[in-house]
Structure formats: structure tokens, C-alpha cells
């Protein structure tokens, strides 16, 4: 199983970014995804999630109605669309996925996403 993540960077406060994670080594589409934050000096914080056929996704409540996770099953990708950015969304995210006894049993590396003006 591998998960990397890409499309990180830093922002100005009010942009966006679109974070990439590319899935190998199992059936992608038979899983639920996530996408989790550790901001610095903290632990992981879950952000969202998106069920196996895609579709709405679910959120963490400081995120909602700027964040929108997405998966493209045909090319075994997660995304998480982030507009609005704030300083406090600053952070290394990482995507995960959710194993059969709703563990999140494999994580990638994580990508740095910086908001600062």
C-alpha cells in the first residue's frame, strides 16, 4: 500500500490550494479515504472523509464550506479542494485510508501547506 500526497505549498490568506493523493497497491474504490492535519506542536486532527463511490463528503466543522474532498476512482486519486485559506489551516496533511475495522491503517508522508501573508 502507498499513499503520497502532493500539491502543498504556501498560500496568502483567502487562496487555495488542491492537495493530490495518489493510491497504489490495493483496490482503491473497496475504501473509504481521509484526509487528516497536524499543525505544529499538535496531534493529527481528522478534516474529512469520502465514502468508496465518491460523492458528499464529511468534514470537521472548522473546514466546512471551504474544503470539498473529492476521489476520481478511475485514476486511484484523492482531493482535497482547499479555498479560503486561513493561517490557522496551516499545516502538514496527510491522507489516510480507512481499514475493514475502521482504523485509518495506512497513512502517506504528508504534504506542507503554509497560510501566511
Known amino acids: 500500500v502507498q499513499l503520497v500526497e502532493s500539491g502543498g505549498g504556501e498560500v496568502q490568506p483567502g487562496g487555495s490550494l488542491r492537495l493530490s493523493c495518489a493510491a497504489s497497491?490495493?483496490?482503491?474504490?473497496?475504501?473509504?479515504m481521509s484526509w487528516f492535519r497536524q499543525a505544529p506542536g499538535e496531534k493529527p486532527a481528522w478534516v474529512s472523509s469520502i465514502g468508496r463511490a465518491g460523492g458528499a463528503g464529511i468534514y470537521t466543522d472548522s473546514v466546512k464550506g471551504r474544503f470539498t474532498t473529492s476521489r476520481d476512482n478511475a485514476k486511484n486519486t484523492l482531493y482535497l479542494q482547499m479555498d479560503s485559506l486561513k493561517p490557522e489551516d496551516t499545516a502538514v496533511y496527510y491522507c489516510?485510508?480507512?481499514?475493514?475495522?475502521?482504523?485509518?491503517?495506512?497513512w502517506g508522508q504528508g504534504t506542507q501547506v503554509t497560510v501566511s501573508s
Open positions: 497497491g490495493f483496490a482503491f474504490s473497496d475504501y473509504t
Open positions: 489516510t485510508r480507512v481499514g475493514p475495522n475502521e482504523e485509518f491503517d495506512y
